[in-house]
């Protein structure tokens, strides 16, 4: 499924925003069933950014959580499924283990979840996103973004990319493509404690970086044992605090093009979409299997 | 020379083309401003001009062009020269993956380096790169010559067939079924020859990479002397007293299971015989009968025959044997398990005898100025030039014509006389692009795009040296002998928006005249077709099981499948729940053999039926499944001159026509029983399951408690 886009520069307060929402929108043609950005660096305070996706009546939503947690502000908006979008600024001082339980107390859909990052992502084209988020005027360190062509999963809000899972927040994913041995990996890593909060194949990658990572793997190494243990066809670009990270399948099944000119790195499904960022800079492909890590 | 120049800078690919098209009838040069990297870029231009582009392109840079002569000064995308016929590209800077893939003629230039897979399927014609080419160069590639100047990545000449490829610098390594040689003199010279021309550096040496064998794939048998089968599946007998020794039953026997003793034929090797009748047939005195034998076991495994004997011949032969036709597999739900219920006072049935029933239906009205109207919601599926004689393609598209339906060329590319015989004829553009050009895919009404097969889904296809003759290797673009590879995913569809770029390229080709259609083989049906709704589709065709094919491995075409009655009702729901039904056309097919189950399946939600296999039966096949090996008896499934002369064509296609018109009666007399003057309003309340399961797959109501039995379950 899809088109994805990467952007790092060495500097913060950059134009992440506009030029992600450039990008995203030369490779509109990979995918219009939805579109999002997680942008780093773009926030001021460390407190948390929720963004949940309610029903109906958010504001009775609004009120219980505001008893239970210590919330600075919020904010309802309307998102292009339909459905309603809380927003809430959520003091830096609430454990993660204390919204987990308020999510799960709720049965709360979670669209996003930040304290380093902000997340933009909704149904439609990048510009219908634009419209709601206007995540374009973000400025940061590094981002990235999707344009979505659905393959074996809904298409709404929640489902849109980049993908994240709040039991780790701040790490977040664009992907194009499937795991074709999804089920087999995601028992492995149950066994070892991972809870799943959906069946789509990309929240399975963050699980395994994540597990690799916390057993004391770099990004570089969990990303090669990741094109060695994930089948089927991929591109990724996986992001964090820390960086940016990259991985094509062995069989090069799905694109992934990167480039980088005096500090400013740039990675794309298309080299178009690298073309409105560098306009000249030389093109370099991801061989098959091959992974890159980005570090401001 | 007076030149012209386009400014592309808001125009959209299409508007930028037919400026193009329009330019290139009345003038000699035409200069592209501000392309932007956009895709499809003079996509099908057939003119003697030269385009100079001042920039950068997307994918597919001049895709199956015929004449133009194109400059590009910046960088080309993905796939420059795809499966152009006659020209000359030159790209001044970098290209993406796939330069020159599917090439027929023509010379590709890229002053740059190169991405992977160039020249891949490549038929014939140029492909020079002056920097380096990235991975797989030469990947299955057929015919013509690449020059590397430059260095080549890893797995070079990756399972080439023929051609040569050049390559100044060094290969990483080689790739399947790739050698590395020096090239002679002449050849160096011939090579420099052609860099002169477009002032390309010359070289007094070039190594060159050519194929180890002309037949990769072809896998021979082992050498083990072969082992006799034991349980005979047909019983042959002769009545002595009618026979006239003539001998014929021997001669017309594929497996070569009758002998003749002096005048007396005898079944010498009746475990061979493959019950395909020829010796019944063709003996003028009836004198020989064969019958099926009840399928036995052996004594204690539980082993039962057709897999015994299917294992002695894998000990023998060292791979899975191949087997024609499709499944023998009993355990697929039959459309028999579901039955029409008539109207009676409730609603009154239409007199078939007196009052009409309307057949007609239109396809494909989604995107496409001319949608296909068929007289009747039948069409013939695919079978290629290749897997069946041209006396079977011609009396199919004859039958095809005088009944106002739909043909299919299959994938060999097109016969003269199918487009003469067959009124509306679909050109089916599959992963091997044989005899696929611009010309090719705007001569048809149609255009197919094959992603998957019914009876071998997921699977390749391959026709074997033995059955590429010379008119097929004039037809294919290929050398007498070799192996006909289509790989198992197109090069250039490998995802979603591959499928949709795929789609808009056709489109650009073919000026949005023509429908586009998807054919898969049944799998995951519902993301499928909403792929491929979503990638712009007009029609979609779904292959269920069973079905039929020309050649497949006999434990593929048993294990794998998707059940058609199960597919069309997945199908129809998923396009309901994406709001397209009412734009994009539904076509079901998979061992559809009678108007009755093409009835049915258009009463679960499908607008046509596609018939294949059944419509060979009037020529004469018994589905005994000697397809794969060009021993067909009737002359249908071979290319050998003295077996296809068993075939009248024209008798042929008239038992075809008067096969399909009783076909197309059945499918009106359900119609008109239930109540409807439409086939097209036929709808799944006019059905009842016999059986659980059949209720289970299609929600059609259970017979005898009139609720589908999901409703059942739930309470």
């Known amino acids: 499924m899809c088109g994805i886009a990467g952007i790092m520069f060495t500097e913060s307060g950059s134009p992440v925003g506009q030029k992600l929402y450039e990008m995203l929108k030369s490779l509109q043609h990979r995918g219009m069933d939805s579109a999002g950005t997680i942008i780093y660096g773009a926030k001021s305070t460390k407190d948390w950014l929720v963004r949940f996706v309610v029903e109906d009546e958010p504001e009775e939503v609004a009120k219980k959580i505001r008893y239970r947690l210590n919330v600075m502000k919020h904010d309802i ?24 339980n308020i999510i799960r107390k709720y049965s709360l859909s979670v669209l996003s979840i930040g304290k380093y990052s902000i997340i933009s992502k909704d149904v439609g084209l990048v510009d219908d996103v634009e419209k709601v988020f206007n995540f374009s005027k973000l400025k940061g360190t590094h981002g990235i973004g999707h344009v979505r062509f659905s393959t074996e ?11 994240q899972t709040f039991d780790f927040p701040d790490i977040a994913i664009v992907h194009n493509g499937q795991i074709t041995n999804y089920w087999k990996r995601r028992e492995l890593l149950e066994l070892e404690g991972h809870v799943f909060q959906t069946d789509n194949d990309s929240e399975l990658i963050i699980h395994y970086i994540v597990n690799k990572l916390r057993k004391g793997y770099k990004l570089e190494e969990a990303l090669h044992e990741a094109v060695k243990d994930l089948d089927g066809p991929f591109a990724f670009l996986i992001s964090m605090p820390e960086g940016i990270g990259m991985a094509r399948d062995r069989l090069g099944l799905r694109p992934l093009v990167t480039s980088e000119y005096e500090g400013v790195f740039v990675a794309a499904s298309e080299e178009v979409a690298i073309r409105k960022v560098l306009p000249e800079s030389k093109i370099t ?5 091959e992974v890159e890590v980005w570090r401001p | 020379m007076e030149a012209v120049r386009i400014d592309a800078q808001n125009m959209t690919p299409k508007e930028l083309n037919r400026e193009l098209k329009e330019k290139a009838k009345r003038y000699k040069k035409i200069i592209i401003l501000n392309p932007n990297a956009k895709h499809y870029i003079a996509a099908g231009l057939v003119a003697d001009v030269e385009v100079e582009i001042e920039g950068s392109a997307g994918y597919f840079l001049g895709t199956m062009i015929h004449g133009p002569k194109i400059t590009l000064k910046g960088n080309a995308g993905w796939y420059v020269g795809d499966n152009m016929t006659m020209g000359e590209i030159v790209v001044k800077g970098h290209a993406g993956n796939g330069v020159g893939q599917y090439m027929y003629g023509g010379t590709v230039v890229v002053e740059g380096d190169a991405g992977d897979r160039s020249a891949a399927l490549m038929k014939n014609g140029i492909v020079i790169v002056k920097g380096d080419a990235g991975l797989m160069t030469g990947l299955y590639m057929m015919g013509g010559k690449v020059i590397v100047l430059g260095d080549l990545n890893e797995y070079a000449g990756e399972m080439i067939i023929n051609g040569r490829i050049y390559i100044g610098g060094a290969p990483k390594s080689l790739g399947k079924n790739a050698k590395l040689e020096e090239a002679k003199p002449e050849e160096v010279e011939e090579v420099n020859k052609i860099l002169r021309k477009y002032g390309l550096p010359e070289k007094d040496s070039f190594y060159v990479i050519v194929p180890k064998s002309l037949r990769p794939v072809y896998k021979p048998p082992s050498g083990t ?14 009545t002595y007293e009618l026979c006239i020794g003539c001998g014929v039953c021997a001669q017309v026997c594929p497996e070569k299971v009758i002998k003749m003793v002096g005048n007396k034929p005898v079944a010498a090797r009746q475990a061979d015989c493959i019950g395909c009748y020829a010796c019944v047939n063709y003996c003028p005195t009836d004198a020989v009968k064969v019958f099926r034998v009840a399928e036995s076991k052996t004594n204690r495994a539980n082993i039962d025959a057709s897999i015994y004997n299917y294992i002695r011949q894998m000990a023998s032969v060292g791979h899975p044997p191949v087997v024609g036709m499709g499944a023998e597999n009993k355990y697929f739900p039959s459309l028999d398990q579901l039955t029409f219920i008539p109207g009676q006072t409730s609603r009154p049935p239409i007199d078939s005898y007196r009052e009409p029933c309307d057949t007609e239906v239109i396809l494909g009205h989604r995107f496409a100025e001319k949608p296909l109207k068929l ?10 030039f290749g897997s069946v004689s041209k006396e079977v393609k011609i ?21 003269p006389e199918e487009r003469k015989y067959a009124s509306i004829l679909i050109v089916q553009y599959a992963s091997g692009r044989f005899g696929v050009s611009a010309s090719y895919l705007r001569s048809g009404d149609a255009v197919e795009i094959k992603i998957g097969q019914g009876a071998k889904p997921g699977m390749g296809g391959l026709l074997l040296g033995e059955k590429v003759t010379e008119d097929i290797s004039k037809m294919r673009g290929i050398p007498i002998g070799t192996d006909a590879i289509s790989p198992a995913r197109h090069l250039d569809i490998v995802g979603p928006e591959d499928l949709k770029m795929k789609i808009e390229q056709l489109r650009e080709i073919t000026d949005w005249k023509v429908p586009i259609i998807v054919k898969y083989a049944a799998g995951r049906v519902a993301d499928d077709v909403k792929i491929a709704a979503k990638a712009g589709a007009d029609i979609i065709v779904i292959d269920g099981k069973p079905s039929g094919t020309g050649a497949t491995p006999y434990i593929v075409t048993e294990h794998t499948g998707y059940s058609t009655m199960a597919a069309v009702v997945e199908a129809h729901k998923a396009l309901k729940e994406i709001g397209l039904r009412d734009k994009v056309s539904l076509v079901v097919g998979g061992g559809i053999k009678t108007g009755a189950d093409a009835a049915k399946v258009l009463a679960l939600g499908a607008d046509a039926v596609m018939i294949a296999s059944a419509t060979l039966v009037p020529i004469g096949c018994t589905y005994c499944g000697t397809c794969h090996n060009g021993r067909c008896p009737y002359g249908i499934a071979t290319q050998k001159p003295e077996l296809r002369r068993r075939i009248n064509v024209e008798l042929a296609a008239k038992r075809i026509e008067n096969y399909l018109r009783g076909f197309i009666e059945e499918m009106c007399m359900f119609a008109q029983l239930a109540g409807k003057s439409k086939l097209s309003n036929l709808e799944k309340e006019d059905l009842r399951a016999l059986t659980f399961e059949a209720s289970m797959l299609t929600g059609v109501k259970l017979m005898g408690v009139e609720k589908p039995a999901s409703e059942l379950m739930e309470r």
């Open chain 1, 77 to 100: 908006k309307k998102l292009n499924d339909g459905n309603f979008m809380l927003e809430m600024v959520i003091s830096g001082d609430t454990s993660t283990e204390e919204l987990k």
């Open chain 2, 395 to 415: 009396a199919l598209a004859k039958a095809a014509g005088r009944l106002g339906i739909a043909a299919n060329t299959g994938e060999g590319g097109m016969l």
């Open chain 2, 225 to 238: 002397p072969a082992m006799k089968k034991l349980l005979p599946k047909f019983k042959t007998e002769f």
């Open chain 1, 285 to 289: 492909y991801l061989r098959p299997g």
């Open chain 1, 153 to 163: 999963s809904a298409v709404d809000a929640l489902h849109a990319h980049p993908f």
């Open chain 2, 375 to 384: 007289k009747a919601p039948i069409m013939i599926g695919a079978m290629s």
